[in-house]
């Protein structure tokens, strides 16, 4: 396949990527996707609206974000060389914002008043709020009752960002009720509010505006890292959950003679319910408004997912990637809970960054490389940092003692 048309030709019309992605919706929605859509199509080409973004990135979120060279790490495990795309250091604490920021200026462009979101570890609906807060626009985020009690830290930036913070009550109370919860809001509200999805899922135009919007992420990245070594590097990588992070950083390297590869938590173990690893165990099916990769259980739902990051545990994932998948342009491979916590205590302590655990999956599968190519690079999307899973890691894992002994 020829690459360098790519993003003239996907999505399509129909906003399919090959036989996936597309709008699986309740009538009334239609004309609805339709406006964002054409809304979209129309703003992404004006220069009004494409220099407000770059005013933006620039000034309030910090863009660009640096590549940084992990000497240390790397030298510890041979000589390949580790790099990172620093979006830990993006406004924020992670490269969510890059989308939410994209979301809030087309509401404001498109003259709506509100816009609205579910959260489950409550990163989306940061972001989500922090974009609100700077557009001046209102934000309701719906979070299950069992998330808001085990994630009071987000809670409350949610709520001095001044977002409404809507507790759900119904069924298990946590991210799946969530998205039912805003999803009958948006049903009701749709003339002046806009749902911003929190990654590259849900119905087309969704997986395209969050791919377009987190592409910043891997441009800047290979004009970053040709600058510093006058070539490319041999594999890119990132962390796979919905698939924004990790889209934004690949499509950039598609035309390239480059490696990509995609990283999915196995958890605990491969066991049905102890994983998130959807393209390597799922099946085609549509859930959350497009068809695309999904786990599912035997009845054909959407299956029970886990991860140690709660921003990778969702049973699908975005439609291009799956196309990305077939066509075999993008590998993906896995990293277990224990392997991502191993590489957030090494990156630490050896690099002096706190890695989100999302991210750590990333790092651990590049470690893993590393160990196997023995030279070359490897270039990896850090998506966030991870202060806030510290108190999470120190009660279940200490200080991460056993690596204090590196020379
Ligand atoms: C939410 C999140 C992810 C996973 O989302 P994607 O859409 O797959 O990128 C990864 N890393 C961090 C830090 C996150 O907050």
New binding site residues.
């Given amino acids: 396949m020829d690459f360098a048309k790519y993003l003239k030709e996907y999505p399509n019309e129909e906003g399919k990527f090959g036989s996936y992605g597309g709008a699986y919706l309740p009538e009334q929605l239609v004309p609805a996707m339709k406006d964002i859509e054409q809304a979209y199509l129309t703003i992404c080409h004006s220069s009004q609206f494409v220099n407000e973004l770059r005013r933006i990135r620039k000034e309030f979120q910090g863009r660009p974000t640096p590549v940084y060279h992990c000497e240390r790490l790397s030298r510890m495990i041979g000589n390949c060389q580790i790099y990172l795309k620093r979006e830990d250091l993006n406004h924020s604490g ?3 914002l890059n989308h939410c920021m994209g979301e809030g200026l087309l509401a404001k462009f498109m003259g709506k008043k509100r816009i609205i979101a579910e959260t489950g570890a409550g ?2 609906g940061v972001a989500l709020a922090t974009a609100a807060a700077f557009f001046g626009l209102e934000c309701t985020i719906y979070m299950g009752e069992v998330d808001i009690a085990k994630q009071a830290p987000n809670v409350a930036r949610m709520k001095v960002l001044g977002a409404e913070v809507v507790p759900v009550s119904r069924g298990l109370k946590t991210l799946k009720e969530a998205v039912d919860a805003a999803f009958e809001d948006y049903l009701e509200n749709y003339k002046e509010t806009i749902y911003c999805i ?3 899922v849900g119905p087309h135009p969704f997986p395209m505006m969050v791919r377009d919007f987190q592409m910043v992420v891997g441009v800047e990245a290979r004009e970053q890292f040709q600058e510093m070594m006058g070539f490319l590097p041999d594999v890119v990588t990132a ?8 889209i934004g950083m690949f499509i950039p390297f598609l035309n390239d003679p480059v490696e990509i590869v995609g990283v999915e938590p196995t958890g605990r173990s491969t066991k049905m319910g102890d994983h998130a690893a959807s393209m390597t165990y799922g099946s085609e099916g549509v859930m959350h408004g497009f068809n695309s990769i999904m786990l599912k259980d035997e009845k054909g739902e959407p299956a029970p997912v886990y991860s140690i ?1 709660s ?2 545990d969702y049973p699908s994932v975005g439609p291009e990637h799956a196309f990305l998948h077939d066509v075999g342009r993008v590998k993906y491979d896995v990293a277990s809970d224990e392997e991502a916590v191993d590489a957030f205590f090494k990156l630490s302590r050896y690099e002096g960054i706190i890695p ?1 655990l ?2 750590s999956h990333a790092v651990a599968y590049a470690m893993r490389r590393a160990k196997e190519m023995g030279e070359g690079s490897i270039l990896v999307n850090l ?2 940092r991870g202060d806030k899973d510290l108190d999470y890691v120190i009660e279940k894992y200490g200080y991460g003692e056993k690596y204090k002994d590196f020379k």
Avoid: I
């Fill in positions: 992670a490269h969510k990163q989306h929190g990654s590259a962390c796979v959950g919905g698939g924004s992070n990790s990051a921003g990778l989100a999302e991210s998506s966030g």
